[in-house]
């Protein structure tokens, strides 16, 4: 079967059981959820979630039509034309060139954000393929942890 | 006014017109049944089971086409009433079922009899709400019933901690519901419909394509309309029949697995599929790459989820089916050209007389189609036919002449054994002058027996028909065909002696081995008025044909040895 990857923004209401109801429907079907970010919306309400995933394109399809039949869910956005961004958290051993990752987070749009006694982190908010590619990049210093964010996603 | 949480239920459900609920109590819901106690706006039905609660519920759904309301207690009896709800939910029925929880201060400790009913029930409710705030409980009930019946039914269960249903609060139950999230009926476009009529006055074999959504958007006067007008004849599901009515020259009949002949040709032979209110079941559909090759496809379904779901469709019509019908018939008046599908019409005649639904008849023992036809004989329109799940279904389903819509009642997406005795428990509630037969198999019955104690303490005479072939029969059947005979488990020699069963749950009971025994069974437990169980030893190794092997194409049948060469020829 022919796997694409999908971004799904999905706003819902802010209540404490939708989250498990759109999970469940791609655990129903054997789905994965790659990311998954859920936040408030300013002034209101409701919250947006927004999941990447791969799958083919029906069942694809047939999750965003189960998705739109929730009753808490307001809005259902599947296309591609998404401007997509990811963040990453990477912590360093001081034992590594600081310079060296300093430019290497800022080669990314990022930045060191905090140094302590024997570590460093640094941050990164970028495409998410850009975020594959700098925590490649970042091996060569040996990073202790790396915690990566889900995707957040707005329309075109 | 002020009262108690319980009370807002009973007002709430007195509110939504309901005469009757069933259920069974407990801890966690016991001011509930505190507060049913003291009022006389609803009768209460004591299941012996919650299981049997949720599915008589159902049953009084669709006999009658109103929501069916259940209640139970938290733990063991919201975990038995989950083969219910899932039931309901499979094949769309609206009922509202009510559970205790334990109080909210114990929610997420394993609190004696808590288990998480809202996670449990989330993959088979249309929805369901744990309610956490007395002031929000008139608007949960409120919603609770709107969501069961609007749109596409389906089950919706209201869990209710135990303090909430104890603590005050001002009761006033809303005129409307405020969902603005919630999926309303989409209008039906008219746009869909004139490109719908355009294809049909195109189309050389068209076929209506009937399914369980047509019984539920009440639309079987304007499907037969259509089926007039046009006079394109139709195929029906299990979940159909009675729509078109046995009688209606268009009706080819069942498709399916173990769908007649003539339709199941029909189905791959057709060039235009108008699916009303259908799925595309793969019970229905076989082998999907082989599934109506020729056809185009117009799909009316409320749905859209269900729309190129497993089918890719030509022509998607999101709406009632009642009322896209009803715009198809005005769209269609006055152009289409009733002699211009006669060619296809006499083709599946053909094909009809020569694989006709038919059975080998015997003296020496009772077949079970030959109950079925008795029964439709005797009682035909008259009576409503519940069933359980087994090769009993299909031939009531094969051999009963139903002729409208809501008169046959059965599992058919979940395929429930012990579904049959507590939904024909329901629809006698909901229609008490009318007989209701249970035809049932001598595995399913006992899966929910328990109810003929129901039936007898409430007085709601229901028959079971047992068709007794000593086995689980369906999968019996599989073992034979699939299995090379190693009749694994299935053998159910070893028997309860039904007879004294009902007798001892204060019914009656008859053992029946004659033709003759069952006429004279069945008149008198008419007459008698008590639940029955009419126990009847059938050829044991009759099979349910036609048969298409599961993932076979649906023109790949099985068929039965007496075909009709003669007629065909014609
Ligand atoms: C609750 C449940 N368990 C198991 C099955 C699988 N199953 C389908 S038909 C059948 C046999 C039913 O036997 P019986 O009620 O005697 O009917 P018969 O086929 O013999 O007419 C079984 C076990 C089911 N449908 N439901
Ligand atoms: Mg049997």
Redesign the pocket.
Known sequence: MNEVRRVISIVVENESSVLSRVAGLFAGRGYNIETLTVAPIPNSKRSRITIATKGDERTIAQITKQLNKLIPVYEVVEHNEMVEKEMVLVKFPLSEPLADIEVLCEAYNGTIVNVGVDMCIGMVADEPCRIKHFIEASARFNPIEIVRGGVVAIER | MQMNGAQMVCEALVAEGVKTVFGYPGGAIMNVYDAIYKQDGFEHILNRHEQASVHAADGYARASGEVGVAMVTSGPGFTNAV?GLATAYMDSIPLVVISGQVPQILLGTDGFQEIDAIGISRPCTKHNYLVRDIAELPRILKEAFHIARTGRPGPVLVDIPKDITAEMGEFVYPESVDLPSYMTIPKVESSAIELAVEAILKAKKPLIYIGGGAVLSNASEAIRAFAELSQIPAVETLMALGVMGAENPLRLGMLGMHGNYASNMAMSETDLIISLGARFDDRVTGKLSEFAQYAKVIHVDIDPANISKLVAVDYPIVGDVKEAVEMLVSGLKGKVQTKQYDDWREILARYDALYPQSFEDSDEIIK?QWVIERLGETLGEEAIVTS??????MWAAQHYPFDRPRQWINSGGL????FGLPAALGAKKAFPNKTVINV??????L?NVQELVTASEYKIPVINVI?N?H???????WQTFFYEERYSE?D?TFQPNFKALAEACHGIGYDVTTKEEFDMALKDAIEQDKVAFINIQVARFENVLPMVPANAALNNMMLPKIANPDKGEK
């Not at chain 2, 359980?388 to 279904?393: A, E, K, M, P, R």
């Not at chain 2, 395929?415 to 012990?418: A, F, H, I, L």
């Not at chain 2, 086995?471 to 059947?477: D, H, I, K, N, S």
């Open positions: 083969t079970p359980d799940v087994g090769q009993h279904q395929g429930t054994m012990g049932t198999g001598d595995g399913s019955i899966m068709l072939n086995f689980l029969g369906m999968v019996r059947q299935t159910l």
